[in-house]
């Protein structure tokens, strides 16, 4: 299994899980909280089928990448990616992130710069700042995300199950577009990350990005559901376009928070006409 070190923890090693696969220009995946690589499944072919180099690799504390006592803020989130970007050699690459790896991408491009980067892709994103405050009353009250850590550190493993029934708006998607293997894999996934990283991602969420958002010199491409019950959409991707000059947004009708698995090939879709690629054929993802 490969691994990248990104630092120490008293005599251990903190290393990313990471693949790597196919040739071509390189685009690297970022998953949200609290999962892993694996939740690009449903990009990774059409991806390799067009002829690109696809990167997956684990958030520190999450699946299989090692499970340190800290670290879990986007400085230190951007900073890995950095170290994986430079110990793969990464050049002229594609970054696509999912809601919380929306975050590293918006914040390495911000803090490192686009000279390893030719363009980047967002899907249901954190940005700009979803922390309501007197200079953005757009955002959402910290009692919400208190209720979150709160629950977290009360039972982590029933938070999660409310999690993923969100992520998928499984009430009325169950059945349809996921399957309750599919919910449980989710479920399983998370419940192997760090109980430590689950509740101090929490704090991360609440990044103002909006510094950031003027230091993105690349196309942009925003994609997101308008019934996303995990980051409102008119709280995030709907603000964050007007704020990044010359950016694309996608709105995909009645889609939920995990889009990457529910609405796939519009997903896909979205995302190959952005990076020039032939657009793949349709699968059966419902």
Not at 40 to 64: E, H, M, V
Not at 106 to 135: N, Q, W
Not at 161 to 175: A, H, I, P, R
Request: one cysteine or more; aromatic letters at 10%; glycine letters at 8%.
């Amino acid at each position: 299994m490969p691994y990248v070190t990104v630092g120490n923890e008293n005599s251990a090693p903190i290393d990313l899980y990471y693949e790597d696969h196919g040739s071509g220009q390189p685009v690297v995946l970022i998953s949200g909280y609290p999962y892993g690589g694996s939740s690009w499944d449903k990009q990774l072919r059409p991806l390799l089928s067009a002829g690109y180099r696809t990167i997956t690799y684990d958030r520190r504390g999450f699946a299989n990448s090692s499970q340190p006592a800290s670290g879990y803020d986007y400085d230190t989130f951007a900073a890995d990616l950095d170290v994986l970007m430079r110990e793969l050699d990464l050049r002229d690459a594609i970054l696509i992130g999912h809601s919380m790896g929306t975050g590293e991408v918006i914040h390495y491009l911000g803090s490192f710069g686009s000279e390893r980067v030719s363009r980047a892709v967002v899907m249901s994103p954190l940005a700009p700042f979803l922390l309501k405050t007197s200079d953005n009353p757009e955002g959402v009250d910290q009692s919400l995300f208190d209720g979150f850590k709160k629950a977290v550190v009360e039972d982590r493993f029933a938070y999660l199950t409310s999690f993923v029934t969100s992520f998928f708006n499984w009430d009325e998607n169950k059945g349809k577009r996921v399957s309750e293997e599919a919910f449980r894999a989710h479920w399983d996934v998370g419940a192997r990350a760090s109980g430590i990283a689950t509740l101090d991602c929490i704090d991360a969420w609440l990044t103002d990005f909006r510094p950031d958002l003027p230091r993105i010199d690349v196309p942009l491409l925003i994609i997101q559901g308008d019934k996303d019950a995990v980051l409102p959409f008119p709280a995030t991707g709907q603000r964050l376009a007007p704020m990044v000059p010359g950016s694309q947004l996608v709105t995909l009708k009645g889609a939920p928070h995990g889009i990457a698995w529910t609405h796939a090939d519009e997903v896909n879709k979205a995302i190959m006409e952005f990076i020039g690629a032939k657009t793949p054929a349709m699968s059966r993802n419902r």
